[in-house]
């Protein structure tokens, strides 16, 4: 999966981002109160970007 695609759904999902780190993003949840990273590789396993979904509680993307 693209990052884009996974930020995108991040995003629509109400996260937000919090800060750029020097090899990662960090998203929060504010509903849930759940943080998570985001590395930035252009392409993303599929099994780390359900992941970053469960850590940071919203639905899994498909």
């Known amino acids: ?6 930020i995108k759904h991040l995003k629509k999902c109400g996260c937000g981002l919090v800060r750029e780190g020097a090899k990662h993003s960090v998203f929060y949840n504010p509903t849930k109160g759940k943080t998570s990273t985001v590395p930035r590789h252009t392409e993303i396993h599929d099994f780390l970007a359900k992941k970053i979904c469960n850590d940071l509680d919203i639905n899994i993307i498909n």
Request: glycine letters at 0%; zero cysteines.
């Open 1 to 6: 999966m693209k990052r884009k695609e996974l």
